[in-house]
């Protein structure tokens, strides 16, 4: 049996029936500081590299500090999603679209910065010629692409009988009448259809907890690999991912936040949501305090001579400013709010930290490192330049573009599971530890 | 209706997979194929095994070296493929450090290239083939003696220059977008010649030999290296990290 859109559940299919002049207007926005990027990255097209503030020295920098933190930020849907479904934790069922499919765009955009930092984009195809499985590049390689793959089909499959409910309820055009068709247009409703969806939604979540780990792993172990100070380091990988739920979980609060309010989705994101993740934001606050007093006690108390210039570069060289903002502002600072304003604008304040301190702290592995000198006696000094911050622009106003035309083309809180069981009222305690655990 | 669940689990499992096989397989293929490495790789007979010997004593700071060198091959300008640096000990002594390529027998460089544009020739010279590398600078990041440069923009050229035709052991022209390093003068080496910076060299600090006939020389002498590195206290740069360099020198001063 089909449930069918009761009027209650109207608000969610009002993004997809109506569309305001703001929408357009931020789309056209959005659309414009992309347009710019594209235009600064033609310039370092036909310019080469020279164009950014990168040296021989300090030779990777915004475009890979970048790369980590959004592929940082696709951990957001699917990992806590998946992990949510797996502890059954029943608070999770309007907010799994809206992660899911920041997972997707974040991937998408992550994984294109690379691809802007290459001297020779021209030339990548190579990578599959002579691709060598030696090099921890290739592993990032197949890594991303079955991250994509199978967060795609996890975003994709619990959107099916969404799908049909919106070619029921809403008047389409050709373009989405033939996209509805052609993503779920043989979906009835019936009860082996069900079970069927349900059976592999379930092992896709059991199968994406493994991927998704694996995917900032091997992106910590680019770094991990070589023999450089502050990157040579075994707890790359844990901190990288822990870093990453961390941020991920920060962008899902804030797009809780923009959907609740522009789609007024009141009802269905609940204060209950916000405490829930913010709980689990907390959590994870603490896990990366204590990945990161590990890290740099570690380095300062041997004080091998190398670990010392590191450090050095990195509490009172020029970007000392965002090291201790990185720490105080966007670990020590949210932990508080978390602790002592659990109002929704706490929460969403304390996440907004986090999201800026986490882009800080990438850059923080990324370029401190290279500035540590290993032959010469001075420091290497990189600043960005305005064709990098402008690429960096385009590509947050990319990913913001992409979700708000994902958010009319889809129904951004999935209908079918929250009318399988409604957002329940108050049950937060118990799945709350679940999900924690 | 049992065949619609099966088809989605299958779905499900096949497409995760299948994505990660298929990056997988499309390089081991070709590679098995053939169309990898191998070709540039035997080219270089395996009889040598070039090192270089620097007498740190006899260096002077005057960058011959680097001048002669960066005239051989045409390297474009702001690069240096040998660095001479200045060093000052923690007694205030001051000596100075040329720094060529290392051609590391365990290059950390070779390993992190994710399409095998650095090789290593059988004579232990680590090149980098500029007409496949894709300029991800990976190479940079991993080499701990600062060797690697990276043509950030397209390099001004010459005529002379633009009509040599290229190959990884006479890597010029030059072009934008790749990594460029000392590889040890291997044109010169084939036609028996010492390289660049040896000749270039006026204190005749620089030596360069065969590590199996346990011989290197500066153009002036000859010297027997294992002889000479046992009493003289040879060492060299960053040892423990286990590298291997090809490249050995003699401490600034006698203790
Ligand atoms: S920059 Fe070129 S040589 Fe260096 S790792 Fe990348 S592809 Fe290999």
């Given amino acids: 049996m089909e449930p069918d859109v009761s009027a209650s559940d109207a608000e969610i299919l009002e993004p997809l029936r109506r569309t305001t002049w703001r929408f357009y207007v931020l789309l056209a926005g959005l659309a414009a500081v992309v347009g710019w990027g594209v235009y600064a990255y033609s310039w370092q097209l036909r310019e080469g590299l020279s164009v950014t503030g990168l040296t021989d020295r300090v030779s990777w920098g915004v475009y890979i500090s970048n790369f980590v933190f959004f592929i940082g930020i696709s951990h957001a849907g699917t990992l806590i999603s998946a992990i949510l479904r797996v502890t059954r934790a029943e608070w999770r069922r309007p907010i799994t679209r809206m992660a899911e499919s920041i997972t997707v765009m974040a991937i998408v955009v992550g994984a294109g910065f690379p691809l802007i930092d290459l001297g020779r984009p021209d030339r ?6 002579y ?10 390689f197949i890594s991303i692409f079955t991250y994509l793959t199978g967060s795609l089909l996890y975003l994709l499959l619990p959107l099916i009988p969404d799908l049909a409910v919106v070619r029921r309820s809403v008047a389409l055009g050709r373009f989405r009448s033939f996209l509805y068709t052609r993503l779920g247009g043989r979906w009835t409703g019936s009860a082996v259809q069900k079970r069927s969806l349900e059976k592999s939604i379930g092992l896709m979540a059991v199968i994406i907890i493994p991927v998704a780990i694996s995917v900032h792993t ?48 009141e009802k269905y994101i609940t204060p209950l949501h916000f405490r829930n993740l913010g709980a689990l934001l907390l959590v994870l606050d603490l896990v990366m305090i204590y990945f990161t007093l590990s890290e740099y006690l570690t380095a300062t108390y041997g004080a091998e001579t190398r670990d010392v210039a590191w450090v050095r570069i990195l509490s009172t060289g020029p970007y000392a400013i965002l090291f201790w903002g990185m720490l105080l502002g966007g670990l020590v600072l949210p932990a508080f709010l978390l602790v002592f304003r659990r109002g929704i604008a706490g929460i969403v304040v304390a996440a907004i930290l986090v999201d800026v301190a986490m882009w800080m702290e990438r850059f923080l592995i990324v370029v401190p490192t290279m500035m540590t000198p290993q032959m010469a006696f001075t420091w290497n000094l990189y600043t960005p330049t305005w064709i990098e911050w402008s690429i960096t622009a385009a590509a947050i106003a990319g990913f913001a573009l992409l979700y708000a035309l994902f958010s009319k083309l889809f129904p951004i809180v999935s209908i079918w599971e929250i009318q399988e069981q409604p957002a329940p009222a108050a049950e937060p305690a118990a799945t709350e530890q679940e999900a924690v655990a | 209706m049992e065949g619609s669940r099966r088809r989605f689990i299958r779905l499900a499992v096949v497409g995760v997979g299948a994505a990660g096989i298929t990056t997988l397989f499309s390089s081991k293929l070709i590679e098995a194929v053939g169309f990898s490495r191998g070709d540039v790789r035997a080219a270089a007979p395996a009889r040598r095994q070039w090192v270089m010997l620097i007498d740190l004593k006899k260096c002077d700071g005057c960058r011959k070296c680097t001048e002669a060198c960066n005239t051989e091959h045409f390297v474009p300008p702001g690069q240096e ?30 390993k ?44 001004p050229h010459t005529p002379e220059e633009l009509a040599h035709t290229y190959r990884p052991e006479a890597p010029w022209p030059h072009r ?21 910076c040896v000749r270039g060299c006026p204190m005749d600090a620089i030596y360069f030999g065969d590590l199996r006939e346990d011989a290197v020389s500066n153009g002036r002498e000859v010297l027997r290296l294992s002889e000479t590195l046992r009493r003289d206290h040879g060492f060299r740069l960053k040892e423990e990290l286990g590298t291997e360099p090809r490249v050995w020198y003699l401490p600034a001063r006698r203790d």
Avoid at chain 1, 131 to 140: C, K, M
Avoid at chain 1, 243 to 262: H, N, Q, W, Y
Avoid at chain 2, 90 to 106: A, D, Q, S, V, W
């Fill in chain 1, 124 to 129: 990548l195809m190579n990578v599959f010629f």
């Fill in chain 1, 131 to 140: 691709g060598r499985l030696e090099s921890a590049i290739l592993w990032d």
């Fill in chain 1, 218 to 265: 091997v992106v910590s172990w680019i770094f991990g690999m070589t023999l450089r100070v502050g990157w040579h380091s075994a707890i790359f990988g844990v901190y990288f991912v822990g870093g990453a739920i961390f941020s991920g979980i920060a962008t899902i609060l804030i797009a809780m936040a923009v959907f609740r309010r522009v789609y007024h989705l």
């Fill in chain 2, 81 to 110: 493929w040998i660095t001479v640096y200045e060093v000052q000990d923690e007694f205030g002594f001051r000596y100075f450090l040329p720094r060529p390529c290392m051609h590391c027998e365990n290059a950390p460089c070779l």
């Fill in chain 2, 112 to 155: 992190v290239c994710p399409v095998g544009a650095t090789f290593r020739r059988e004579d232990g010279v680590v090149l980098v083939d500029h007409r496949r590398c894709i300029g991800c600078r990976y190479c940079m990041a991993a080499c701990p003696y600062d060797v690697r440069a990276f043509n950030w923009s397209e390099p």
């Fill in chain 2, 176 to 196: 934008m977008g790749v990594v460029e390093k000392c590889m040890f003068c291997a044109h010169r080496a084939e036609e028996g010649e010492l390289p660049a």
